[in-house]
């Protein structure tokens, strides 16, 4: 069988594990998470960053720093990960989800003005595929109306928007080193803050609610409660493992590149003959090779093509199922049709794609899926 995803390692995953064991602290915060926060900070100019055991933990962060409170509401793409939306419902918001383009499952920066009213406290999107959304119409629009930002930038990691690092334009920005990711710890996230009246607290935040981190800086003589907060900091066992995969970025992702590039190529044909549509690079966007997915014509078409890479041996899945469709949230959507987002919900197929994925495969899933089409 083709997995879908196979996580790479680079070989010194449990060398550094080892040394964050030897170094006699393991908790977090120690030299391997200096190492990771020092990494992002210089290579993309993070303000700062603060390594998070999931995005999902890093995007409950940013809803405690933005004080979200019961009444408050975000706008919010129904076509991602419940964690987005999740975050935020936890303290007390209502979701007011925005439909896709029709481009790339990103949400419609051109419509989010219609859904903002007095009661609209920040937007959220999110970069899917690491794909980037239109930010400076979010910005223009965050700016006019006195909204923050919240970049869910969980599959965006080295991708960027008009040169600028995906997770460096909003006021907050959140990343996952996930095992479905490019670069991964298992499980892990990152809150990156770039806006500086939350720095202080953000550290708060992520140690329970108290000012430990001030403490061991020496900048407090003790440290105590002062904020409501979490455990929301990684182990330097998760930490280690990060930080070897940090090394071999650059190498990562052109390797991804090249079996996204190699896929394109094949399947241009059918979008060219109007039988699927591939992914749509705005020219704003870079492309991180995250995900390489293909739009279907119909739920039906999609199913039969699972089942016919099945056949061959190849695992290919869908994704997202519309928020606002959710068991959980429909009762409170506002009953708004997204018919974009369900189109993606439908028809998105993502095929297999990780670092050891060799052309010969790559050839071989596009030629099945080839070999699909002429027979349909």
């Known amino acids: 069988m083709v997995p879908f995803n196979l996580p790479f390692l680079t070989g010194k995953e449990l060398t550094y594990i080892r040394e964050a064991v030897e170094s006699g602290k393991i908790s977090g915060d120690g030299i391997f998470t200096k190492k990771c926060h020092e990494y992002f900070e210089k290579r993309y100019g993070f303000k700062k960053c603060l390594l998070t055991t999931s995005c999902t933990d890093a995007l409950e962060m940013a809803a405690i720093l933005l004080n ?33 383009n029709d481009r790339n499952p ?69 990343f996952s080193f996930h095992e479905t990711k490019n670069i991964i710890s298992g499980e892990g996230g990152m809150l990156v803050i770039n806006d500086e009246r939350f720095m202080k607290r953000a550290e708060i935040i992520r140690e329970k609610g108290t000012n430990r981190s001030s403490f061991f800086r020496g900048e407090v003589d003790k440290y105590g409660w002062v904020d409501v907060g979490s455990s929301f900091l990684p182990s330097e066992v998760i930490s280690a493992f990060l930080y070897a995969q940090l090394e071999k970025l650059e190498d990562i992702q052109a390797k991804r590149k090249e079996v996204w590039n190699v896929y ?57 199922l519309s928020l606002h469709k959710s068991p959980f949230y429909l009762p409170k959507h506002d009953g708004r049709e997204l018919p974009l987002a369900d189109h993606y919900s439908d028809c998105l197929l993502r095929l297999p794609m990780f670092y050891n994925l060799t052309t010969e495969t790559t050839n071989y899933v596009s030629d099945i899926i080839l070999k699909f089409y002429k027979d349909n």
């Open 106 to 174: 990103n949400l419609d920066a051109g419509k989010i003005c219609d859904l903002v009213t007095d009661r609209t406290k920040a937007i959220v999107p999110v970069h899917y595929a690491g794909i980037a959304c239109d930010m400076d119409a979010i910005m223009q629009l965050a700016e006019k109306y006195n909204l923050f930002v919240v970049e869910d930038a969980a599959q965006a990691i080295d991708s960027y928007h008009k040169g600028r690092p995906l997770g460096s334009i909003g006021h907050l920005g959140a």
């Open 264 to 320: 394109y190529q094949r399947l241009l044909p059918l979008e060219q003959s109007g039988k699927i549509t591939l992914p749509y690079l705005p020219e704003y966007a870079t492309n991180n090779a995250h995900m390489f997915y293909i739009v279907c014509k119909s739920l039906e078409e999609r199913t039969a093509l699972i089942d016919f890479l099945k056949q061959h041996e190849i695992q290919a899945v869908f994704h997202y």
């Open 68 to 100: 979200i409170q019961p009444g408050d509401e975000v706008i919010v793409p129904s076509f991602t990960f419940v964690s987005t939306a999740n975050a935020f419902v936890l303290r007390g918001a209502k979701i007011v989800f925005a439909d896709s």
